[in-house]
């Protein structure tokens, strides 16, 4: 088994062997192993896309808008992941941003996984028909169980998701009413000596 | 009265970090103290007559278990080097996570002597190999066999009966990533795993050499004087492959600094030293100077630096008779003392023996010595070119000042070798292939940096700066470290034709513990570890000053 720490390392060199800066590379090298510790095949993802590097010219992206189309190429996961990840307060206002075409999307994923860090919120991202839910980049949530190489994704939304609960206010009522099965009822002797200011506390 | 810690322009130049010695924070001495009350024991010991085979030492506490699990092999001469591209030696060890099954054990005798070339699992947790001291192994083995001592001026020239070439850990060919482990109390300080293959592996070398020289003459061997085992420490040499760790570890390089620093400091704000206090300090200081006369090198230069090192020790020692013990601020007026009058290494050689007597301020800082270096990794890309460009002129001034189109400024370029996956240094002006420059080019990367940034707009945001601009990406990312962590940068030119690869080794060795370097280049050099550490069976009750009595 090779440990995260040589995947980490064969990953940057392997990046900035095809070109990539050495700055860039890091990134590389960092999200390749924050996949494989999700237990997501970017080992296997970010070979193939290097290999494939030299005859696909892929479409670098500079500044991330609302709406990142383009009609031939594929866009580079690497390139949109770190621009996203940079730009990421900017991106946040737009509220939702859609991409066409990235090549082997899932080395994407873990540039947005380190923005919803940075941004603390949770970000949904659904490419094609594939849907995550990134969380502070502590795990990943997916509709996907099995992804192995994955190519390429033709449509991609990115939304930013509220910090709301998953629950509504009933079922706030209901669970506090067991929590308050723990609490003692305090009689008027309790009052009066177990908080130790007595029945007043006005000075 | 408030004493400022030394600027990190003064301390994190590169001849400054060449004088480090080992002090009461060095990891070897932690080590000690952290595993002093665990339970140690040899759990098995195989070897044949002429001390090949296999052994299990360990270290036990509650439910957690260290083993370290050790092979020798028989190493025919021509096939021995002490150099990191040897393919052979003499024994070969692995520290296991818990006990280790037969299997393991089978498994690890078919990867671990092949070292680099083998592979491990997330179970094992260092690595390491080690060749028999060619000046000092057999002859003692001889002695021993013959039922006498060996030469104890020959044993003091030396120091040790094995040498390791080199201690992986950290996910290094599939062992544990650190991870793994980082939340256990007991490794909470860094290299704690390395320290203890190391050590265990020096009691190793005392069983197998008594082992040996019993079977070769039974009736007359005597056993090696745990005495003068003491006094052995386990020699490691150390060429390039540690030298990009400090540049390539800068939160980890600030927090053995900065601990450094501030300790330091405390110590000369204090008012009242007692007379205890000053006893210890001066006990540690005279006892070492026995250390400095023993420490044998063939290097002129390092003989030069240890020359004027015991010249100015003694200098000290007359100087320390001299004054006032009940002068408040003693320790700051020592300090400011030999600032003036001794040279950097005997100015960092008591900065390190003016923390032997404060273990309370010292304790405090020895936990501070490790770093969760992924926590500061993401570059903030939404400051703004002021920021950043505040934050080269505060903290990088000196660096600026170089001129990277003078040749000698631009003299090397460090590289990895295919042949052994190691760090070298090449002349870009004489040999091919420094477009597979690695970024250790720190100063100059640095410069160029500066030189985009004071032509941008002040209010342009890291993000989009660095669309333009992604081939300094690596050094945005230090100069915002840097701004959180004073001592993380080695303010000096790593490339330079100046440079001495050295200093970055011994700088890293000091925190290690080790002691009587000897360099063998520019670029490689001996040192001794663990010389005059109190035996395992000893570990429970040991006086915490023990590396100044080595030898004496």
Not at chain 1, 19 to 35: A, M, P, Q
Not at chain 2, 25 to 54: A, V
Not at chain 2, 407 to 423: D, H, L, M, Q
């Amino acid at each position: 088994m090779r440990s995260l720490s040589e995947i980490d390392t064969i990953s940057k060199r392997a990046t900035r062997a095809k070109g990539f800066s050495w700055g860039i590379s890091e990134e590389v090298g960092k999200c390749t192993r924050l996949l494989e510790l999700f237990s997501l095949p970017g080992f296997k993802n970010l070979n193939q896309y290097l290999k494939n590097y030299d005859q696909n010219k892929f479409k670098q992206i500079k500044l991330i808008s609302k709406n990142n189309n383009t009609d031939g190429k594929y866009h580079c996961p690497i390139s949109v992941g770190v621009s996203f990840l940079d730009q990421i307060k900017m991106l946040e206002k737009l509220n939702s941003i859609e991409f066409s075409k990235i090549a082997y999307p899932l080395l994407f994923l873990p540039f947005v996984s380190r923005a919803s860090e940075i941004l603390g919120k949770k970000i949904f991202i659904k490419l094609d028909e594939k849907e995550f839910i990134l969380n502070f980049n502590h795990s990943i949530f997916s509709n996907t169980s099995k992804i192995e190489i994955w190519k390429n994704a033709n449509n991609i939304l990115i939304t930013f998701l509220e910090n709301d609960n998953s629950f509504n206010e009933n079922e706030w009522d209901e669970m506090n009413k067991f929590a308050n099965e723990t609490f003692l009822e305090e009689s008027k002797e309790l009052k009066e000596k177990s908080a130790g200011a007595g029945l007043t506390d006005n000075d | 009265m408030e004493v400022q810690l030394r600027s990190p322009k003064e301390i994190m130049k590169l001849s400054r970090l060449g004088c480090f010695h080992q002090s009461k924070l060095s990891f070897l001495r932690s080590f000690l103290e952290e595993f002093k009350d665990w339970k140690y024991s040899r759990d098995l010991f195989e070897l044949n007559k002429d001390g090949y085979g296999k052994a299990v030492y360990s270290f036990s506490k509650n439910k957690r278990i260290y083993s370290l699990v050790c092979f020798a092999n028989e190493l025919h001469e021509e096939e021995r080097s002490d150099r990191v591209i040897a393919t052979k030696w003499d024994a070969a060890f692995a520290l296991h996570d818990g006990i280790p099954s037969k299997r393991d054990i089978d498994r690890l005798y078919e990867n671990v002597p092949k070292q680099e070339v083998g592979r491990l699992s997330c179970k094992e947790l260092t690595l390491s190999r080690a060749n028999r001291s060619v000046r000092l192994f057999n002859k003692v083995v001889a002695s021993l066999s013959e039922g006498k001592q060996p030469d104890k001026k020959l044993l003091s020239k030396v120091g040790y009966l094995y040498r390791t070439t080199a201690v992986y850990g950290s996910g290094k060919f599939g062992l544990a990533d650190r991870f793994r482990i980082k939340n256990r109390p007991e490794l909470k300080g860094p290299f704690r795993l390395e320290m203890m293959l190391v050590y265990l592996v020096r009691q190793f070398t005392f069983d197998q050499i008594n082992h040996i020289a019993q079977n070769k003459n039974p009736k007359k061997f005597v056993k090696l004087d745990e005495k003068i085992a003491k006094g052995l420490g386990i020699g490691n040499s150390t060429g390039l492959g540690m030298a990009p760790f400090i540049i390539n570890h800068p939160t980890l390089l600030n927090n053995w600094v900065q601990s450094r620093e501030i300790i330091l400091k405390k110590i000369r704000e204090i008012k009242i030293i007692e007379d205890d206090q000053f006893s210890i300090f001066y006990d540690c200081l005279s006892k070492s100077i026995i250390n400095v006369e023993n420490w044998n090198t063939d290097s002129d230069f390092q003989k030069n630096k240890i020359k004027k090192l015991l010249n100015d020790l003694n200098k000290t020692v007359k100087y320390l008779k001299t004054v006032d013990k009940k002068e408040k601020y003693l320790f700051n007026a020592i300090y400011k003392w030999a600032e003036n009058e001794v040279c950097q290494e005997c100015l960092e050689y008591l900065v390190s023996i003016f923390m032997e007597p404060f273990n309370d301020i010292v304790n405090d800082y020895k936990k501070n010595m490790s770093s969760d270096e992924d926590k500061y990794f993401t570059i903030p890309s939404h400051r703004t070119i002021i920021d950043l460009r505040d934050i080269l002129e505060n903290y990088y001034s000196e660096l600026l000042k170089l001129d990277f189109n003078i040749k000698e400024n631009n003299k090397n370029f460090w590289f990895i070798s295919k042949n052994k996956e190691e760090p070298r240094l090449g002349n870009r002006f004489e040999v091919k292939g420094s477009e597979l420059e690695q970024p250790l080019a720190i100063a100059r990367d640095i410069k160029k940096l500066y030189e985009r940034v004071i032509v941008s707009k002040n209010s342009k945001t890291i993000a989009e700066f660095l669309i333009e601009n992604d081939d300094l990406r690596h050094v945005v990312r230090r100069a915002f470290i840097i701004e959180k962590f004073p001592y993380s940068e080695i303010l000096d030119n790593t490339i330079g034709d100046k440079l001495m690869p050295i200093d970055m080794l011994r700088f890293k060795l000091s925190f290690f513990g080790a002691v009587k370097f000897d360099p063998r280049s520019d670029k490689w050099l001996r040192i001794c570890m663990f010389q005059g550490a109190p035996l395992p069976n000893q570990l429970k009750n040991f006086d915490d000053k023990w590396i100044y009595d080595s030898l004496n």
